[in-house]
């Protein structure tokens, strides 16, 4: 299983990105999806997560309401859309998938992923 992690940039505070996650499985669906990020100096974060069919997500405190994970199933992607950008958001943001059935209080976990993106540079200018 291969994940692409892309759609990073510099942008102001206030802006948005969407990040994309390009995987190779063969059905999505069958997979818990994840997005955490990592600053500098800092330990990874857990930013968001779909569990396996979509059915329920989970959200980060500092990213509740400003984030929004989505899949698209057919296409085999995972987007994260980012708004309200803030420059504590700056990080490198990866993506990550489980083909195991996680229950909700896992998906922040990081060391529940088999799977892993190589990561997209985000950076939030004040």
């Known amino acids: 299983v291969q994940l692409q992690a892309s759609g990073g940039g510099l942008v102001q505070a206030g802006g948005s990105l969407r990040l994309s996650c390009a995987t190779s499985?063969?059905?999505?669906?069958?997979?818990?999806v994840a997005w955490f990020r990592q600053a500098p100096g800092k330990e990874r974060e857990f930013v968001a997560a779909?569990?396996?069919?979509?059915?329920?997500?989970l959200y980060g405190d500092s990213v509740k309401g400003r984030f929004t994970i989505s899949r698209d199933n057919a296409k085999k992607m995972v987007y994260l859309q980012m708004n309200s950008l803030k420059p504590e958001d700056t990080a490198i943001y990866y993506c990550?998938?489980?083909?195991?059935?996680?229950?909700?209080?896992?998906?922040?976990?990081?060391?529940?992923?088999?799977?892993w993106g190589q990561g997209t540079q985000v950076t939030v200018s004040s």
């Open positions: 779909s569990r396996r069919r979509g059915t329920s997500t």
């Open positions: 499985v063969r059905t999505l669906s069958d997979y818990a």
């Open positions: 990550a998938a489980n083909a195991d059935t996680l229950i909700l209080s896992s998906l922040p976990n990081g060391d529940r992923y088999g799977y």
